[in-house]
């Protein structure tokens, strides 16, 4: 069944979306991420333009993330205080980062910003995971428990303006975290993530954070950070669609249901190494596009605006 | 006085006499309606050829049916390689592009349409693009207006059908043409010529409105209209859409 995306202005199948939906959303239930790094490169390949893909897709991992905070909120897990503060500079990343993507969007540049972050932030994320959880695999094999490692205390911790969040335990700096939501601000509106696969590791591994509140508190940052980013691009960019993100979002909610079961019977290290080997081949495959001489080297754009 | 009225009526109803042969013209519909489920549309144009006098001796009579939609400036982007990756370098601004272009014919377009004519009335696909804003510090400036072409060819924006238009007793004709899915807004013109000899002897312009409708044609006006209503009601009901299917799913594996 074919449907008329009314602001993409594209004709597309409602099942493709549907399904696209599902397979993204099967893969976030099994490996707890958003999926906004796999959704909207699809997006890209079936014809969607970018600017809304990206500002589509924010509006979706708003909804996605919503039920999962409130699940979140309720066991308690969300350090609220973390949350805001990260908010505070998510907010500030997210206007900045608009005002770049429209820049370029204006120089014609767009799709190349969009594509480079892709490649460099799945490059490195993916990467580092894929080492970190083959030698959690290879450790798990030989039967050792991994040591606890004690907090550090580095640089993090000798910074000025120190706060006390109470629900993770930590007496640290508050530059840190609002670094730390200033980097997945921009990302976010550029990029159409929610930004939990860099979030959750900084918020790990950088300020230390008990691993029990990081999912929660990341998504609690992540619903008003690209809730925020919606609103931007759909006053500055009119470019959410508000039926393509509905489409995606009901196949989105059902995937993860499975995916989720799926995930549960899987053991952790392994489901790790397959994320990771994911994420690095959507950065292979953007990666490639860039490198290899396109066969059609022009392209168009509408001049001045719609 | 009665003769120089006589003089003037004859000579006003002159130039109406130089036009031989007139179309009369009937469309299938002469609006599209973009609904959530417009899937592309086909339209009939069918029509005669009115005269007052026999059918004129040598080359016989062929049309040319061009359906135009709204026409607007084109950024034409250049990749090149810098660095070992591919970017848009050059950029081209062609003044004048029709978002839609068809063109069917009664035979070979280079036979029925000579190159004055072609330049006059702006038929082929080359001549519909107008791009004298071209950059001149760019080389080939018309390798991007070819490029217009070939990818809105490729997207079946633009296409050229030739021998598709069916002639009867050069008097009656009709032909078909597809619209495909992915149609912008606006008012699409649809032009008849008639020819002989590369000539064109008469021509014929109507309009056909191309307008999305219903539930397209209110998102997309409150989109662009009231952007801060809009941007909410999407959050609104992406979220609603979002808790309400993971509720439902939710219960129905509880039970």
């Known amino acids: 069944m074919q449907i008329y995306l009314p602001i993409a202005e594209v004709s597309v199948n409602a099942f493709l979306l549907l399904g696209l939906g599902g397979m993204v959303g099967v893969l976030s239930g099994m490996f707890g991420v958003g999926g906004g790094f796999l959704m909207t490169p699809l997006l890209f390949f079936i014809g969607i333009p970018p600017a809304v893909a990206v500002a589509t897709e924010a509006n979706q991992i708003v909804a996605s993330s919503f039920s999962g905070v409130l699940a979140h909120l309720r066991r308690k897990t969300v350090d609220l205080r973390m949350g805001t503060v990260l908010l505070v500079g998510g907010l500030t990343g997210a206007g900045l980062g608009v005002v770049v993507f429209n820049y370029l969007k204006s120089l014609g540049q767009v799709d190349l910003l969009v594509t480079l972050c892709y490649v460099i932030f799945l490059g490195v994320v993916g990467s580092l995971m894929f080492i970190e959880s083959l030698r959690a695999l290879r450790k798990s094999r030989k039967g050792i428990a991994a040591p606890s490692k004690r907090r550090q205390r580095g640089w993090v911790h000798s910074m000025p303006f120190k706060m006390r969040f109470r629900t993770s335990g930590l007496y640290i700096s508050v530059i840190p975290p609002i670094l730390v939501g200033l980097c997945v601000g921009v990302l976010s509106a550029i990029m159409g993530v929610g930004g939990g696969f860099i979030m959750v590791p900084a918020m790990i591994y950088l300020l230390g954070m008990p691993t029990k509140v990081v999912v929660g508190t990341s998504l609690f940052q992540i619903i008003f950070v690209t809730g925020f980013t919606t609103m931007l691009h759909a006053t500055t960019n009119y470019t959410v669609d508000i039926v393509l993100a509905v489409l995606l979002l009901i196949g989105g909610v059902v995937g993860a249901q499975i995916g989720t079961v799926i995930g549960a019977r899987m053991p952790a290290e392994q489901l790790r190494v397959l994320l990771a080997a994911l994420v690095l081949v959507v950065c292979g495959k953007l990666a490639l596009d860039l490198l290899i001489e396109p066969s059609e080297l022009y392209s168009l754009g509408t001049a001045g605006g719609h | ?255």
């Open chain 2, 1 to 255: 006085m009665l003769k120089r009225l006589i003089v003037l009526l004859v000579l006003c109803c002159t130039p109406a006499l130089a036009v031989e042969e007139q179309v009369v013209l009937g469309l299938s519909q002469d609006r599209v309606a973009i609904t959530a489920t417009f899937d592309g549309s086909e339209i009939l144009i069918f029509g005669a050829v009115k005269r007052e006098t026999p059918i004129p001796e040598g080359p016989p009579l062929e049309v040319i049916v061009a359906v135009a939609g709204p026409s607007g400036p084109v950024t034409v982007r250049r990749k090149e390689r810098k660095l070992g990756i591919w970017v848009n370098t050059d950029s081209v601004l062609v003044d004048l592009a029709p978002s839609f272009y068809a063109v069917a014919t009664s035979g070979p377009l280079d036979d029925i349409l000579t190159d004055t004519e072609d330049l006059r009335y702006r038929v082929s696909i080359e001549r519909a693009i107008r791009s004298v804003g071209a950059a001149m510090h760019i080389r080939g400036a018309q390798e991007f207006a070819d490029a217009v072409i070939r990818i809105r060819e490729s997207e079946s924006l633009y296409s050229i059908r030739e021998n598709t238009v069916a002639v009867d007793e050069q008097t009656l004709f009709r032909t078909s043409i597809a619209m495909p899915a992915d149609l912008t807004e606006g008012n699409y013109s649809a032009r008849i010529f008639l020819t002989r000899g590369g000539e064109v002897v008469s021509q014929y312009e109507t309009v056909i409105d191309v307008r999305k409708v219903g539930l397209e044609r209110l998102l997309y006006s409150m989109s662009r209209e009231q952007p801060v209503w809009y941007g909410l009601m999407s959050l609104v009901i992406a979220i609603a859409a979002g808790w309400g299917a993971s509720t439902a799913f939710r219960l129905l594996r509880e039970n």
